[in-house]
């Protein structure tokens, strides 16, 4: 089962050395985790731009799809999977 987080919630991220995402925090926990996949979105809906990177992560209590918002600089959580 998924659940969509609504308003996708700012998170924190750490990030190693090479810039790759390894941890997230949110809703006062940190979370390692390991990216099992990513893609980019790049859309102008009616004139509003969305791009965005993607991330499927999991971690030892979480799976989530979060994202960077290219446009103002935030990750956002989007989705949890149980």
Same mark, same amino acid.
């Given at each position: 089962?998924?659940?969509?987080?609504?308003?996708?919630?700012?998170?924190?991220?750490?990030?190693?050395?090479?810039?790759?995402? =390894?941890?997230? /925090? @949110?809703?006062?926990?940190?979370?390692?985790?390991? +990216?099992?996949?990513? $893609? &980019?979105? !790049?859309?102008?809906?009616?004139?509003?731009?969305?791009?965005?990177?993607?991330?499927?992560? =999991?971690?030892? /209590? @979480?799976?989530?799809?979060?994202?960077?918002?290219? +446009?103002?600089?935030? $990750? &956002?959580? !989007?989705?949890?999977?149980?």
């Amino acid at each position: 089962m998924t659940r969509l987080v609504r308003e996708h919630p700012a998170i924190d991220v750490e990030t190693d050395a090479e810039g790759r995402l =390894v941890a997230i /925090r @949110w809703n006062g926990r940190r979370e390692a985790v390991e +990216v099992c996949n990513r $893609w &980019r979105v !790049e859309e102008a809906w009616w004139g509003r731009p969305i791009l965005r990177d993607y991330f499927k992560v =999991v971690g030892q /209590r @979480w799976l989530a799809l979060v994202y960077l918002d290219r +446009v103002n600089g935030a $990750w &956002r959580l !989007e989705r949890l999977y149980d």
